[in-house]
């Protein structure tokens, strides 16, 4: 973190260093790492991280990766973010959104004096332009969370207003997230669809190129409004193998590594030279099963042509079959916060769903029931990251013991989104990044339309308990509603519910000032390289 000195020089500027100071607890829950005493942080230098997969197109409208995400967290701020109580906060905005008309008016002020990373103005009109993509580009991963805003209206430069078909209990978080991101016109405009090949938006980083999809260089940027980043760069490098990322640490290949295996963070917690942070994020691990995937997410749903779909005791069976126990242990070294349920134990709504017990012969009894002859030939697609597989391949070998036999596709994370979009799977292992509102972590899997409906679920009863919930802002009748929705989802085990997620990352003690957000996010704002 930087001195009371050094931020003392930023006094004429006070509104970017206070709104550097939101971004930082806005997107941070826990500070990483601090400049030892007698020790300053050099100017300059590129911090190289080991992520465990390969974001899709960096395009905040369309992308839907949680490692994606983490590339955002430091080049693509947005209007609004979350600070260390995990609470909302204005970034790009001055304030939180002014709301009236009974909830239906959100008048939002922005930050004077900010610049795009291509130096173009960051005004209301901008605001618009994204919101309007985000709401109406055909691929986009966002149009179902901003479904309610009928009109956006510019009032001047730096003021911007939405109006609401309905009151959107969740709006202001949605608007913490992804969606919430403010893009560059300029860009969109000359981009177009190919706006995630050259991202564009308000940063301390800014997109500098992406040679291969396991390679992402980002630079300073010369126009961020606030304090300005001690690192001159960050690359980010997709590592699948935890062995390689292991040795690409210890060789200082790599200075982070967020894709190590439990076991070598260990073996690095009792190194002297180097540094282990852990977090339990508000996200969450699952299998989605397609149920009703036919056609793509974003159509009308059917019934998929897989034994899952049409039996749904098979669900329930194969759940049964799961020790996640075990499963923990042998995988993630029981780092992982075994659970399920969408909504994480952190939040206000939570509500407490034991997990199926593991109960191989009654699952086989289950799929004696079914009437399905066995063994039950299904595909599992996981990413190619090596802990992905091994998790793929645990989970294979515990149903066997009910009747079934899973071959486990590996697919790289673009490809996995594409096919699970597309409806061309039968089981999906997904993980999620967690929202603070638990509309967030549920209708944006499960809305009819939504771009990550990868299910293909549609049920009226689960629909119309989605809509109450957004429709109210009293936290007891929305907890008593979202009590409802994890029951409900529980009965139908569209999804398979498996961990909290853990994030643990490992780096050498001469790197300092990293900080993580309650989403595992790692901000680099202040990162940089200790000189003694």
């Known amino acids: 973190?930087?001195?009371?000195?050094?931020?003392?020089?930023?006094?004429?500027?006070?509104?970017?260093?206070?709104?550097?100071?939101?971004?930082?607890?806005?997107?941070?829950?826990?500070?990483?790492?601090?400049?030892?005493?007698?020790?300053?942080?050099?100017?300059?230098?590129?911090?190289?991280?080991?992520?465990?997969?390969?974001?899709?197109?960096?395009d905040p409208t369309t992308e839907a990766t949680f490692v994606g995400h983490w590339v955002f967290a430091n080049m693509c701020y947005g209007l609004y973010g979350f600070n260390v109580r995990n609470q909302v906060v204005p970034v790009l905005a001055t304030q939180m959104p002014v709301i009236s008309d009974g909830g239906l008016l959100y008048t939002i002020h922005l930050r004077r004096g900010v610049k795009f990373n291509d130096g173009t103005a960051m005004t209301a009109e901008a605001v618009k332009i994204s919101l309007r993509r985000d709401q109406t580009l055909p691929t986009s991963a966002r149009a179902s969370a901003?479904?309610?805003?009928?009109?956006?209206?510019?009032?001047?430069?730096?003021?911007?207003?939405?109006?609401?078909?309905?009151?959107?209990?969740?709006?202001?978080?949605?608007?913490?997230?992804?969606?919430?991101?403010?893009?560059?016109?300029?860009?969109?405009?000359?981009?177009?669809?190919?706006?995630?090949?050259?991202?564009v938006c308000v940063g301390p980083f800014e997109f500098q190129s992406r040679p291969s999809v396991d390679e992402i260089t980002l630079t300073r940027s010369p126009y961020?409004?606030?304090?300005?980043?001690?690192?001159?760069?960050v690359v980010y490098?997709?590592?699948?193998?935890?062995?390689?990322?292991?040795?690409?640490?210890?060789?200082g290949f790599i200075q982070v590594a967020e894709c190590l295996s439990p076991n070598d963070v260990k073996l690095l917690s009792a190194n002297s030279s180097y540094h282990v942070q852990q977090v339990t994020s508000d996200g969450y691990q699952m299998i989605v099963?397609?149920?009703?995937?036919?056609?793509?997410?974003?159509?009308?749903?059917?019934?998929a042509d897989n034994p899952l779909a049409?039996?749904?005791?098979?669900?329930?069976?194969?759940?049964?079959?799961?020790?996640?126990?075990?499963?923990?242990?042998?995988?993630?070294?029981?780092?992982?916060?075994?659970?399920?349920?969408?909504?994480p134990p952190s939040s206000p709504y939570f509500t407490s769903i034991p997990c199926p017990p593991y109960d191989p012969a009654a699952a086989k009894k289950l799929v004696a029931e079914s009437g399905v002859k066995t063994p039950i030939d299904l595909t599992l697609m996981v990413d190619t990251g090596t802990l992905n597989v091994t998790e793929g391949e645990v989970i294979a070998d515990e149903a066997k013991a009910a009747g079934f036999d899973i071959t486990v596709q590996p697919t790289s994370g673009t490809t996995a989104e594409a096919d699970a979009a597309s409806g061309n799977f039968e089981m999906y292992a997904a993980g999620w990044s967690g929202r603070i509102d638990p509309d967030q972590n549920i209708s944006i899997w499960y809305a009819p339309g939504s771009f990550l409906n990868f299910s293909g679920a549609d049920y009226p009863t689960l629909n119309a308990l989605l809509a109450q919930g957004r429709e109210t802002e009293n936290v007891s009748q929305r907890k008593a509603i979202y009590a409802r929705v994890v029951r409900f989802?529980?009965?139908?085990?569209?999804?398979i519910y498996l961990f909290?997620?853990?994030?643990?990352?490992?780096?050498p003690k001469n790197v300092t000032g990293l900080v993580f957000d309650p989403n595992g996010n790692l901000m680099l704002s202040t990162a940089g390289f200790l000189v003694r």
């Open 224 to 233: 961020f409004y606030g304090p300005k980043p001690h690192l001159q760069s």
């Open 310 to 343: 049409q039996h749904p005791i098979l669900r329930h069976a194969l759940a049964m079959a799961i020790n996640r126990s075990t499963l923990n242990n042998v995988v993630y070294d029981g780092t992982m916060v075994p659970g399920c349920s969408p909504i």
């Open 146 to 199: 901003l479904a309610d805003i009928q009109s956006i209206d510019v009032v001047n430069s730096t003021t911007v207003q939405l109006k609401l078909s309905k009151v959107d209990a969740p709006l202001t978080s949605i608007l913490a997230s992804r969606s919430g991101i403010v893009m560059s016109p300029t860009a969109l405009a000359r981009e177009g669809s190919n706006f995630g090949d050259h991202p």
């Open 489 to 495: 989802l529980d009965q139908e085990e569209d999804s």
């Open 500 to 507: 909290y997620t853990t994030y643990q990352i490992a780096y």
């Open 237 to 251: 490098h997709v590592i699948t193998d935890p062995a390689t990322c292991y040795s690409d640490l210890l060789a």
């Open 289 to 303: 099963i397609n149920v009703g995937n036919t056609h793509g997410s974003t159509k009308p749903y059917g019934v």
């Open 1 to 58: 973190m930087r001195s009371g000195r050094s931020l003392s020089r930023f006094a004429g500027v006070l509104g970017a260093v206070l709104a550097a100071a939101l971004v930082l607890s806005a997107c941070s829950s826990t500070t990483v790492s601090r400049p030892a005493a007698h020790s300053r942080v050099s100017n300059g230098g590129t911090l190289s991280i080991g992520i465990p997969t390969a974001p899709s197109a960096l």
